[in-house]
């Protein structure tokens, strides 16, 4: 998946604008890198949210949320539905959610899947 994704990389200059209180007729030029939004996100198969992008675009409103605080940590469940069909680990990531449903996870659960606390502590029960 490239970063960020495709609906922030077209609305992302103006929505960077609005979200600074300025106006989208002149939009601030993109920055040549950006900061990832999960954790070792091509490494691990449950990579963890780092930055959330909200966008309400009734209200032209752009939310930031920063989820490297806080006690709970979200993880991104179910990967290869993100990954392109030509990716080279799409067969393994697809492999790992099968393991994830014979767990009970599924994917109409997900938003509502264990944090990475509760996912470790279902690990290393007996």
Known sequence: MSYPPRLCRVCRPPLRQLARGGSHQDPPPLPQSHPPYYKDYERFPLPELLTRIKIDLKRLFVTVIDHTT??????????????????????????YSDKLRKLGLREEIIGYGPSKEQWASMMNAP
Do not use: V, W
């Open 70 to 95: 806080g006690s709970e940590h979200q993880l991104l469940f179910f990967k290869e539905r993100f990954l392109s069909a030509a990716h080279p680990d799409r067969k393994k990531m697809a492999r």
